[in-house]
């Protein structure tokens, strides 16, 4: 066909196809150019265009199936990173929350040595207060009996010094009195 | 077993000693040593001391009482440590005391005095304690100078003790006990 075209635009103006030229063929050569070519076409059209059809069919079809395969394959691609961006989210929150509980239980054990120092200081504290009033209390015991014990020495010294025999002759007298009355 | 044979022991010293004309001089004597036993530990440790021989315990009677109290007063306390119950001395003694005064019909009075009691003042003593205890009282007198100063007074279970020592203690036990 294409042929025919140059063939074509080589022909001048007001020439005739049949006019001497080298590069055109003659018209018998044309005719049968032509019928073979219309022979090759029928040819084709029997033998050939069903298998390049059902080829180009074959190829149109595995190229949709390539597509669609890809278009699943991003689908689910996109899928795989929807669901990682949720997992991904998840994770987040998950480590979030652990953190959070973290926090809490720290604080918790922060309050709870807190509150258990603060227990302990107070006991120290009211033990060493006791240790102390019982410390006291001893001491003021102690002091009292040596003082008692030292009044008593002072006083056995006194009535021994100043006991004499007519002091004790009233005191017999005046139990005797006693006893009598 | 052992009151009953101090009783045994001090009827049997008021059988022998009753026979005497000076009742009381024995008496006297055997309250003083009943006393002296009771207060001297090294004479009582002696007087009680298994180990020692009889002899020789009885020995330590006669130095100590041969020519200063009478001879009943040292045989009858020679009898008692030969005996092996010096450490019952004491007891028996005070048991003796005790039925020579029911025989008389009169109670026990042991009196313990700083300073020796004259004759006046013994004898109110004994009117005084007679009067409180309702029967008439034989007086034993003990000078003992550690109660400081008055007197006290013991008849049966009753004790009356006006020395001077129980007063200090008593005043020291009030200066402990007031806080």
Known sequence: ?181 | MADDRTAAYAAALFEVAQGEQDLARVEDELFTVANRVRTNDALRDALTDQSLPVDLRQGIVEDLLGGRASPTTTNLVSMIVGAGRAKDLPAIIEGFLERSAGSRSETLAEVTSAVPLDADQQQRLAEALSKRVGHKVSLKVTVDPSIQGGLIAQVGDTVIDGSVRSRLEQLKTQLQESR
Request: aromatic residues 4%; without cysteine; glycine residues 4%.
């Open chain 1, 1 to 181: 066909m294409q042929n025919l075209f140059l063939l074509a635009s080589e022909v001048a103006p007001g020439e005739s196809l049949t006019s001497k030229n080298p590069i055109i063929p003659e018209i018998g050569e044309l005719s049968y150019s032509l019928i073979a070519f219309v022979v090759l076409i029928i040819l084709f059209k029997k033998f050939g265009f069903n298998a390049v059809q059902k080829a180009m069919a074959a190829r149109t079809e595995r190229i949709r199936k390539d597509l669609d395969q890809a278009e699943s394959a991003k689908g689910e691609a996109e899928g795989i990173l929807s669901e990682y961006k949720s997992q991904l989210a998840d994770a987040k929150a998950e480590s979030n929350r652990i953190i959070d509980e973290a926090r809490q239980q720290a604080e918790k054990v922060k309050a709870d040595v807190l509150e258990s120092t603060n227990k302990e200081v107070a006991d120290l504290k009211a033990k060493a207060t006791q240790d102390i009033e019982t410390a006291r209390t001893a001491a003021l015991a102690s002091l009292q009996t040596s003082v008692a014990s030292i009044a008593i020495e002072l006083a056995e010294k006194v009535v021994e010094k100043n006991l004499d025999r007519d002091t004790n002759k009233r005191l017999i007298d005046s139990f005797i009195a006693k006893v009598g009355s």
